[in-house]
């Protein structure tokens, strides 16, 4: 080889690293999944054959039945893409897609981040994308709605009980049927914590999750989350400080999301667990134990008003070919949240169908919903009263609870907690 | 966190893109063909620097001076706010808490993970049988992924059925709630030293490979003790290795995230610079609010941060040579 040759040879080599370079500097966004590839001209307008649905539920593999469902979906002549991503990414990711004008067609966000996306302009409105909004239980449907624009509906609804180890209540002498209201709860808690059991396990874990598994007590002492400086907002972080003082509950309920709080209570030694639905089926089939759920209670009685849990079908802003992808996106939702399919959808994902007749048909089918019943009917959602004010107003609470769960029982600084809160 | 990552790759690539960007003086008057050659090797260096490096940086900085939020992705309205929002975060009641904290972590982290990879390291200089089992074994933590020792540390230090509390317990010691709002600082610290001295060992050891064994005879013959030996001899020996350990470590616990947020999301009294921007700039933790040109501010100061250390490290360094 000539010395001239090597040297062509070495630009080449340096040219060619050049490109490879300048090519990966492009797209720098590995979740987002191009929707705009498959395009084919028809008639009338532009149809797009591939159809693009994000979603929060890694758990659920590509054998499970949600995926194999949301599979059957796709329209004839489409196919559907599904990709899936941590919730709290869900949302980050959507933003820059939204950016890049890659956006999928179909996305679905858990609940209190929608106000969030809409008024940040990820969304497209419901009438835009010719989605049919009728029918939806106004308590579960709420957090769709923002500034008077709705921009999707539930995929299906699930919420927290109070979940019981049968068994551990008989041997300590506890009825469950006498825990009405807090105070007979923290009988209960007293008589299976002097019968040399533990007591209570929940998710105190700063962020969204934490504050998802206080506001039953925070509703349910009468609080409202315009007002995180009231009596009744210390009254319910007071109650929850109480149990890690008096070693109802475990101390580290201050870093345990909800997976760990039930694995805990898993574990045979705790008596209760506050947890949500989606837990029933398992707790159904315990062999170690007898779990049983019911209503959380109330400050003073009654069903405590749960937060409603679960995500919203909703359609992204598309800047590019967007009649084309609405029609895909519409065709979807009705599949998974139409009359006919809502059970489907809801029992391929173990939640509740976010319409009443329909759901009663869900529970009537299997003994297990039974005691989430009234828990469904008398949550309420989350960012309904507050819409994208919600998310500041969560952080607050979020601190004024690690606070108090810091605080170990000291009421003084419970009180402080929640009145720093209050000023923002 | 790339912008906080950059930062030390920055200060670490400075001296190397000198060296190599150099350009021959003779090549300067007429373009030869082995000038268009010596670019081609070096554009994609440049390539790389600018594309990783600097733009990300602008960036950075220009976030930090526009005023983000969600709805600017969509949108494009980032309006300029000059340093207002340096003014916001430095105002805030939580930045000087947090600055403090950093200050602990990483003074305490780096004084108490040299002391230790020094003393292990002046302690493996000898073989002795089953040695180099040993040394390996101590790089155990590094070799970890984080993930899982952050997590192992989580249970350990459980304040209910932690084992450590237990341990504490056999010795009549009341039991430690490690992971409240009071503790967290010492017990991520506590967890980060662990991580961080092998990486002491490691480099300290190789650094004391390089200290002539004729030294140690001398001073023998002279009737020099161990000690005496390790302060006369290893000690000064080891300035420029100790410098660059002490300043490698420096920029990485400054930026660390991983092991303070799989044991305590940054909550209480862990919350550090770097935890407190990947919070904001990603809603994560206690707020789900995006703060993007707050989490800028926060990252643009660690950054500097870095930078002086790296001048203090070529100042020190520069000083070493002149004698």
Redesign the interface.
Known sequence: MTI?TK?MV??A???T??TV??AC?GGDDTSSTDSSTGTSTGGGGTTLTDIAVWDPYPQHDESSDWAKYLQSCAPEGTTVTRTSAAT??L??NL??A??EGNAPDVVLLDN??VP?AA????LASAADVGMDTAGFDANLAGPGTVDGVTYGVPIGANTLGLYYNADILEASGVDPLTITDWDSLNDALAAVTAAGHKGITFSG????EGVFQALPWFWGAGAQLDDLGSDQAVEAGQLLSDWIGQGYA???A??DNQSASWDLFLTGEYAFAENGSWFAKAASELTDFSAVAMPLPGHVGGAAPAPTGGEFVLAP?QKKDAEAHYANASKIIDCLVGADNQVKTADALGYFAANKDLRAAQVAADPIWTPWATSIESAQGRTTDLGPDY??A??AL??AL??SL?A?GDADAVRSAFEQAAQG | MWFVKTSSAAVLAAPTEADEVVVPPRARRRIR??T??AL??V??LL??VV?LYAYPLYENVSMSLHRF???T???GEAPFTGLDVYREVIASPQFWTTVRQTTVFVVVSLVVQYVGGLALAAFFRRSFPLSSLLRALFLVPWLMPIIVSGTTW?WMM????GVLNRFLGLVGIDPV?W????HALASVTIANIWLGIPFNLVILYSGMQGIPDELYEAASLDGAGAWRQFWSITFPMLRPVSAITLLLGFVYTLKVVDIIWI???G??SSQTLATWAYSMA?????????KYSEASVVGTILLVVALVMGFVYLAAQRRQEER
């Open positions: 001239s040297r070495a630009v080599a340096a040219a690293a050049l370079l300048t500097s709290a990414d949302l980050n933003t820059s939204v950016k209190p981040a969030d008024v940040s302009g990820l874990i700063a962020g969204e475990p101390k580290s201050l870093t802003l998310t500041a969560s952080a979020s601190t690690q606070a810091n170990a | 063909p082995t268009w050659a081609g090797f554009a994609p390539v790389y594309v939020t969600r709805a992705y969509v949108t989580q459980d304040a209910d059925s709630w992971l409240n709002a009071d044991m305590t999301m909550t209480g990603f809603g994560k933790g206690s707020s789900a609010v995006i």
